[in-house]
């Protein structure tokens, strides 16, 4: 890490690659996602607003806009690099997303204000693991 007062973990260079790859985006990504449409036995909400709390590099986007139809996409993460990545993947998918640079442990919205939470392959890097499942609730 940098900045060893940082409350989450950086990605590294291969993590970065590998979160671009096809095998990441087909095989591990859409597979999280078909699964976290499948927990809902009835209708999903309509029109949610949904969160990808760590997302990264925004491959998610797409995805999550596909399964859930939400009415607004809030993409989440610490990491600027990847908020940059994130910025430019939403305007290469035409998808208007809220971006906001912040740690899972202290998400600076009001509460009960999202109805979907997508957090995949995410608590690795976080610090403060029970403050950002506090938050998530």
């Known amino acids: 890490m940098n900045n060893p007062a940082a409350t989450y973990v950086e990605e590294t260079r291969f993590g970065f690659w590998f979160l671009q790859s096809h095998v990441w985006q087909h095989h591990v990504l859409r597979v999280a996602i078909n699964d976290l449409r499948s927990l809902f036995a009835g209708p999903l909400p309509e ?22 139809k939400p009415a ?44 979907l939470l997508f957090c995949h392959q995410t608590f690795h890097h976080l610090v403060e693991q029970e403050q950002a499942l506090a938050e998530f609730w």
């Open 72 to 115: 607004r996409i809030i993409g989440l993460d610490a990491d600027p690099h990847s908020l940059d990545c994130s910025r430019a993947e939403a305007k290469r998918l035409g998808l208007d997303v809220q971006l906001i640079a912040s740690d899972c442990a202290a998400i600076d919205l009001p509460d009960a204000s999202v109805d």
């Open 47 to 68: 029109a949610p607003v949904l969160m990808d709390a760590g997302c990264g590099q925004g491959k998610s986007f797409g995805l999550l806009a596909e399964a859930f």
